[in-house]
Structure formats: structure tokens, C-alpha cells
Nanobody, 116 residues
Framework: VQLVESGGGLVQPGGSLRLSCAAS????????MSWYRQAPGKERELVAA????????DYADSVKGRFTISRDNVRNMVYLQMNSLKPEDTAVYYC??????????WGQGTQVTVSS
């Protein structure tokens, strides 16, 4: 059971990044998927979530209109498209899966730094 994030990096304010999360070892299509982030000195917070069939998404108020979560149930991938990035978006971003058989699974995280 594993989640592996990728796509983080350094970007200037106003720029874009696309994070990817590759899932393996469990039935991805019936897992509720979400992205969280944790900035230095702060608690981990929910950024975006998506239901199993992508019929519903939810976003933190701070990212609404800028970030988009999506999933590919054939490739077992979940994505976070981040646009109009701000310095306050700087954090380690984590992928999370929740599925009845395996419980809660976290990825190792990917660093996103927004700075000029």
C-alpha cells in the first residue's frame, strides 16, 4: 500500500504547478482521495478532496478558484493543479487515501515553495 507524490518545486508568485500522486496496493477506485499541506510551524490542513467517482470535490477557502483536484481511476492517479500560486501556499503537500479495507494511507510529501 503506497502513495507517491511528485511535481513539487520552486515557483514564482503567480505561477503554476501540477502535483501528482501515484497509488498502489489497494483498490484506488473506491478510495476517497485528498491533498493536505503543512507549512513550517503550522498544523497539517486539508487543501482539496475528491470522491471515488470524482462526482464531488471540496476545497479549502484559501485555494478555491485557484486549485483543482482530479483523479484518473484507470491510472490510479490523483492530481492537484495549482494556479496563481502565492507565497502563503508554500508547504509540504501530502496525498491521502481513505479506503475501508486499508484505512488511511499517507504519501511522503512533496515540497512546494512559492518565492521570487
Amino acid at each position: 500500500v503506497q502513495l507517491v507524490e511528485s511535481g513539487g518545486g520552486l515557483v514564482q508568485p503567480g505561477g503554476s504547478l501540477r502535483l501528482s500522486c501515484a497509488a498502489s496496493g489497494f483498490t484506488f477506485s473506491i478510495a476517497h482521495m485528498s491533498w493536505y499541506r503543512q507549512a513550517p510551524g503550522k498544523e497539517r490542513e486539508l487543501v482539496a478532496a475528491i470522491t471515488t467517482t470524482a462526482g464531488s470535490t471540496d476545497y479549502a477557502d484559501s485555494v478555491k478558484g485557484r486549485f483543482t483536484i482530479s483523479r484518473d481511476n484507470v491510472r490510479n492517479m490523483v492530481y492537484l493543479q495549482m494556479n496563481s500560486l502565492k507565497p502563503e501556499d508554500t508547504a509540504v503537500y501530502y496525498c491521502k487515501a481513505e479506503q475501508r479495507r486499508v484505512g488511511v494511507v499517507w504519501g511522503q510529501g512533496t515540497q512546494v515553495t512559492v518565492s521570487s
